[in-house]
């Protein structure tokens, strides 16, 4: 969870924290509140945004299991298939003969 999604969820906590307070008051409208917070914070707290592959052709969803880094693409095949396509532009780059003037 990045530092901006972890504040939205702890202030988002603390809000409900203060309405269940009210709840246990007995108002009943911050019952109906403190459960929208906590849902609102668990999905936000569950959000993974990972969104699409990075590979161009591609538009498969990716997944994040919720350690280490963030996937860049859907399989090792799409990562695979970028590499070698920058490995060969970067070979046609160095070929290139360069002009001179005469």
């Given at each position: 969870?990045?530092?901006?999604?972890?504040?939205?969820?702890?202030?988002l906590?603390?809000?409900?924290?203060n309405?269940?307070q009210?709840?246990v008051?007995g108002?009943?409208?911050?019952?109906?509140?403190?459960l929208?917070?906590?849902?609102?914070?668990?999905?936000?707290?569950?959000?993974?945004?990972?969104?699409?592959?990075?590979?161009?052709?591609?538009?498969?969803?990716?997944h994040?299991?919720?350690?280490?880094?963030?996937?860049?693409?859907?399989?090792?095949?799409?990562?695979?298939?970028?590499?070698?396509?920058?490995?060969?532009?970067?070979?046609?780059?160095?070929r290139?003969?360069?002009k001179?003037?005469?």
């Amino acid at each position: 969870m990045n530092a901006t999604r972890h504040i939205e969820v702890c202030t988002l906590l603390r809000r409900a924290e203060n309405a269940a307070q009210d709840a246990v008051n007995g108002d009943q409208a911050a019952a109906r509140t403190t459960l929208a917070l906590v849902t609102d914070a668990r999905q936000r707290a569950e959000d993974t945004g990972c969104g699409i592959c990075a590979h161009p052709d591609c538009l498969n969803e990716l997944h994040y299991v919720g350690r280490g880094r963030r996937p860049l693409y859907c399989s090792v095949e799409c990562r695979t298939n970028v590499y070698q396509a920058t490995q060969m532009a970067a070979r046609a780059l160095i070929r290139t003969p360069r002009k001179t003037a005469a």
